[in-house]
């Protein structure tokens, strides 16, 4: 019974699922039928073989033709895309061009796309049709959709006929004043498609190439720089005033658009700077610590130090992180760029880049590694390191393998020799016979180049000679014979036991080697060379040409040296040659016949017969196969294949004089100028005249009167504000929505020279401004020093009109005062400030106002409104300056670097949204550490301004940098690494919740308002226990400083202490109150919309308040 209904069960089940499944054909069949009929007659053409496919493709193409002239916009754009997706499997649509181009005024957009992508792919091909289209392009130049004028253009430029020329060059210079940059962008392109239709154009498509080279757009930068490539490259003039804005966007130019532009500025910076290669160049970027050695110098040699231009270093320096990029066309352009342009001891920065690249694909590996093996011949240092990245896997094909092997022959030294010997006995038995041939070249290349090894390896290849495979027999004794060349009078023994083997090799090259040995040295095997020709004699007509040439060669010399034994033996081969198939052999017999058999006929050379057979021969030079192609630019094709091809631009030599640097100066049109004092250091004579010689005294008394620790925090911040001109500058790129604004602050500080910023030393006053040493070389280094020509950038005049104005005047009387500001506020509105402050409010009048000269920027942006706040809230800073430093690298564990940091609670320079961070940087080793500089930062998504790398701090000096860190309002560490040249350490910072926070002060009523805004979930409070030593007001102040920025805020009652601050990220307000009670209790309270941050701050300060 049970079995009977299982099977009714099936039964049951498979009759279900035979309808389900023929309700599925029948619908799918339906639906073939009526939305896609074309597909079915592909599967007719495929299986019937009988039809022919060109009556079914037809059939396709007229049913496409219906749906392109059908009224339905959805038809048509269905058509569209099959069309596009018949291009793209590479079948022809051609036929359907009539019938495409009817749609080219569609009003939908998406059609409208795909018909130009269609257009674009056959317009040259059916070029009448398409002019008929031309007004309709014109029409679409105009159009407001950016694409669709883009695509005009591109189908205009690409209908090449030169009928249009004209129309084309209008559309591109109209396309290249376009407020997209995208269609700007496309003129670009459409400028090289024209360039190639009509050579004549040249000089007006040189015009359009200047204007659109000023462009600041990174999407137009790479297109124009190619446009430039191969309309003008020897126009070099154009790029000069674009060269530091083209460095400043480079990062964030598209990768293909980086490859272009980092191989123009190679050859641009091979005709502009001079050479950082001269021998005994020193590197004079430190001019500061070397002044007393230099003049000893001078007496010994009349060299002259090598000083890099700014310009050269700004190239470098802005290339430099694109070695992390994904692309390896862009790191492999940053390393021929580094190769051609760095100094010496800078070019292995790019090694562990290229290394890289070696777990990529094996096209980019054999690129990659030709590129390493001409490195590796003249810098073996660079990838010594790396060695075992070189090793070969059984996976590697055979040119990759060999190009390993080439690198691994020109890294061998005395210290890794027996390493690499190690390598080679294993590849020598790899199943690969070419790749085990050229390993036991390798090995003798080796033994060539180190003599300590040449015997080693002689032995090693002695014993392959008894080897099973003839490839590698027959290699063995061609690397052998040219090794014994080289030191012939010790080896005796060994060609003895090539001639007993010479019966069983049968490789001809091999053959042909062992008899060339036996003829040179037949005076050292006097029995056994006899023996090896009579034995040739008797094969001499079946061997190969090569080894018929030697037997001939043997005999005349075994003739020469030992006639008795070899005389008939001799005749009988000569005999055999003359007789030979082979017209050389045929040649070469008579040849030596005539030479030395003396007989009437044979002239004056017979004499000569022993000095011209037995004549000693130089030893071969086993080189590298990419020795000379050092003459080609690394990453070319003409690199790759050896030899020069179609359109390869010679690499210029370097100038011997570098030309005049000032062409690469932008000058900036500025709209109101107004006398305001110069960016930096100096001082312009007016403020002599507007002060009286008194008060410059009580001045000059006042400023060495203040503390010490007023002059180091002084120089710290101008140290910070030099290295950070130039980087902040290179983001304004991008940030700034004020276009004159842009990258002139980096143009300035990169064209500096290290002489201007000499001269700009003596004209300041020494009790005025006293800076470190050490932080005036970090600045000089990097070529970041402060900046004073007189056509100095809108935005930088104008915060120093700010600065300058207040830190000029030491402390004049309060009418000065009150006539200065209005000045200050009125340039403010007009000018646009450094640092993008919003507004300027005069300073509030509980701030306490400087006695003396205010030395630093930062002190001096007190009462600098940041944000758009509402005006009770007034940012200051902190009258508590804490003294808490922090370890960030121990000198154990950074091998003689050590660091620490602490947080001057002063605003950020370089965001307003980051935290300003110290970090002093100290030498504890015994000698000196170069290239200090950040790393790689995690989490990715952390914003952290790194100070600009220091090239070397000498053993024992320190150094204070500053940096600035966004930490989004979190206590969240910060990790980066702190790199030196050959080191990494991991750091991290992790901020205290009141790091965090910016001092304010607001009024007491305006402090209650706010608070009452935030009740509720915004408000956190605890009732704690206070110490006896925190019963006083200023003792609380103290501890509640301590812990967090903040600024005090007036109160009128003796037990309330109220605080006032903002999250440097979010401007968020934190407001803190404290309410004493008769005991030793009381009711701190927290309000701000950060509840994470107000419970910790709340437990920081519970701790601080409690204990004594």
């Not at 939305?35 to 037809?58: A, G, V």
């Not at 009790?767 to 070389?777: E, H, I, M, V």
């Not at 500089?933 to 952290?944: K, Y």
């Not at 202490?1057 to 404290?1074: E, H, I, Y």
């Amino acid at each position: 019974m049970d079995c009977s209904g299982m099977d009714a069960g099936f039964s049951s089940l498979r009759s279900e699922a035979a309808g389900a499944m023929r309700t599925v054909l029948v619908s799918a069949e339906n639906l073939q039928l009526t939305l896609k009929p074309e597909l079915s007659q592909e599967e007719q053409s495929l299986t019937h073989t009988n039809s022919s496919p060109k009556d079914s493709h037809k059939a396709g193409n007229e049913d496409l033709k219906e749906m392109l002239e059908s009224n339905k916009e959805s038809l048509k754009l269905e058509a569209m895309k099959r069309i596009v997706g018949l291009i793209a499997k590479g079948k022809s649509a051609s036929e359907l061009f009539p019938a495409v181009v009817k749609n080219v005024a569609s009003k939908n957009i998406e059609l409208k796309k795909l018909v130009y992508v269609y257009l674009v792919r056959y317009a040259e091909k059916q070029q009448d049709l398409a002019l008929l289209s031309i007004s309709t392009f014109q029409r679409a130049l105009k159009d407001p959709n950016q694409f669709i004028r883009a695509s005009a253009l591109r189908v205009l430029s690409s209908i090449r006929v030169p009928i249009i020329v004209p129309i084309m060059m209008l559309a591109i210079k109209e396309a290249a004043a376009d407020l997209s940059p995208y269609v700007r962008k496309t003129s670009a392109h459409a400028i090289q498609k024209l360039y190639s239709l009509d050579p004549d154009q040249k000089e007006q498509l040189i015009e359009v190439i200047e204007k659109l080279l000023k462009d600041k757009s990174t999407l137009v930068a790479g297109s124009v720089v190619m446009a430039f490539e191969e309309v003008c490259p020897d126009r070099i003039d154009l790029i000069h005033k674009n060269y530091r804005k083209l460095c400043n966007l480079l990062v964030d130019v598209e990768e293909w658009g980086q490859v272009v532009i980092i191989s123009m500025l190679t050859r641009y910076a091979r005709t502009q700077f001079t050479s950082p290669w001269t021998e005994g160049a020193e590197f004079d970027e430190n001019k500061a610590f070397y002044d007393s050695d230099s003049e000893e110098k001078k007496d010994q040699t009349e060299a002259k130090p090598y000083i890099m231009d700014p310009d050269h270093r700004l190239l470098l320096r802005n290339t430099k992180p694109l070695l992390q990029s994904r692309n390896t066309a862009v790191v492999m352009a940053v390393a021929q760029l580094y190769w051609h342009l760095a100094p010496k001891h800078e070019v292995s920065i790019v090694t562990k880049s290229l290394v890289r690249l070696l777990r990529s694909h094996r096209e980019v590996q054999y690129i990659v590694l030709q590129n390493i093996a001409t490195m590796s011949i003249q810098r073996k240092g660079m990838f010594e390191p790396f060695i075992k990245s070189f090793y070969v896997r059984s996976t590697d094909a055979t040119h990759i393998k060999t190009l390993k092997l080439e690198i691994l022959t020109n890294l061998a030294n005395e210290a890794n020799i027996s390493t690499i010997l190690r390598e080679f006995q294993t590849y020598v038995k790899s199943q690969d016979k070419a790749f085990a041939a050229a390993t036991i070249q390798a090995i003798g290349r080796c033994a060539t180049n180190i003599s300590e090894v040449t015997d080693t390896c002689l032995n090693g290849l002695v014993l392959l000679l008894s080897n099973r495979d003839e490839t590698v027999v027959a290699e063995s004794i061609v690397v052998i014979k040219k090794l014994l060349q080289t030191q012939p009078t010790q080896h005796g023994d060994i060609i003895k036991h090539m001639a007993k083997l010479f019966d069983n090799v049968t490789v001809p090259m091999a053959r042909a080697s062992i008899l060339w040995l036996m003829g040179e040295y037949c005076e050292k095997v006097p029995k056994i060379a006899p023996d090896v020709l009579r034995k040739m004699a008797k094969t001499f007509t079946a061997e190969e040409d090569i080894v018929k040439l030697q037997t001939v060669n043997l005999a005349a010399k075994l003739y020469l040296t030992n006639s008795k034994q070899t005389k008939l033996l001799t005749q009988y081969i000569l005999n055999l040659g003359k007789y030979d198939q082979n017209y050389d052999i045929r040649d070469r017999t008579r040849f030596i016949r005539q030479l030395i058999v003396p007989n009437e006929k044979s002239g004056a050379l017979s004499k000569y017969a022993r000095r011209i057979l037995l004549a000693p021969k130089p030893a071969p030079g086993l080189e590298s196969a990419f020795k000379d192609r050092d003459r080609y630019q690394l990453g070319t094709l003409s690199h790759s294949l050896n030899l020069k091809a179609t359109g390869y631009q010679e690499l210029p030599d370097w100038p011997a004089v570098a030309p005049d640097q000032s062409v690469r100066n932008v000058e900036i049109v500025e709209p109101l100028r107004e006398s305001a004092p110069i960016v930096g250091k100096t001082k312009q004579p007016k403020s002599d005249k507007f002060y009286s010689d008194d008060e410059d005294e009580k001045e000059e008394e006042g400023s060495d009167s203040s503390g010490s620790g007023s002059e180091d925090s002084s120089s710290s911040s101008e140290e910070s504000g030099s290295e950070s001109e130039e980087e902040s500058s290179e983001d304004s790129e991008k940030t700034s929505s004020d276009s004159g604004k842009s990258s002139s602050g980096s143009e300035k500080s990169s064209s500096e020279s290290e002489s201007d910023q000499k001269k700009k030393k003596k004209t300041k006053k020494a009790p005025q401004k006293k800076s470190k040493p050490a932080g005036d070389s970090d600045s000089d280094e990097n070529g970041n020093g402060p900046v004073g020509q007189a056509s100095s950038s809108s935005s930088e005049s104008s915060s120093d009109s700010e600065s300058d104005s207040e830190s000029d005047s030491p402390a004049p009387k309060k009418k000065t005062e009150e006539k200065a500001k209005p000045k200050v506020a009125v340039n403010s509105k007009k000018e646009v400030s450094l640092l993008d402050l919003d507004d300027f409010s005069p300073a509030p009048t509980n701030a306490p106002k400087p006695s003396v000269l205010s030395q630093s920027l930062l002190s001096d942006l007190e009462g600098l409104s940041l944000s758009n706040i509402s005006s009770t809230v007034q940012v200051t800073t902190s009258s508590f300056g804490p003294l808490k430093t922090y370890e960030l690298l121990h000198h154990m564990t950074g091998k003689g670097l050590s660091a620490k940091y602490h947080f001057p609670r002063q605003p950020c320079l370089y965001q307003p949204s980051m935290v300003a961070v110290q970090v002093i940087l100290t030498n504890s080793s015994d000698h000196a550490l170069e290239e200090i500089h950040i790393g790689d930062q995690s989490p990715a998504s952390l914003n952290i301004h790194c100070f600009n790398t220091i090239e070397r701090l000498e053993p024992g000096a320190s150094v204070t940098v500053s940096m600035g860190i966004d930490f989004s309002d979190s206590t969240q560490a910060a990790n980066f690494q702190l790199c030196t040249k050959e080191d990494q350490f991991s750091v991290s910072i992790q901020p205290a919740v009141g790091e965090l926070l910016m001092a304010s002060t607001m009024t007491e009523q305006d402090f209650c308002k706010e608070q009452g805004k935030l009740q509720g979930m915004n408000e956190a409070s605890a009732t704690i226990t206070m110490a006896t030593a925190n019963a006083s007001r200023q003792a609380i102040n103290k501890q509640v400083l301590s812990v967090a920025n903040v600024g005090e805020v007036p109160s009128s009652q003796n037990n309330f202490s109220r605080f006032a601050g903002q999250t440097v990220s979010s401007r968020a307000l934190v407001l803190v109150s404290l309410e004493l009670s008769e005991s030793s209790g009381a009711l701190l309270t927290i309000n701000t919309e950060k509840s994470v941050m107000a419970s910790m701050l709340l437990q920081d300060l519970k701790q601080a308040l409690a204990q004594a």
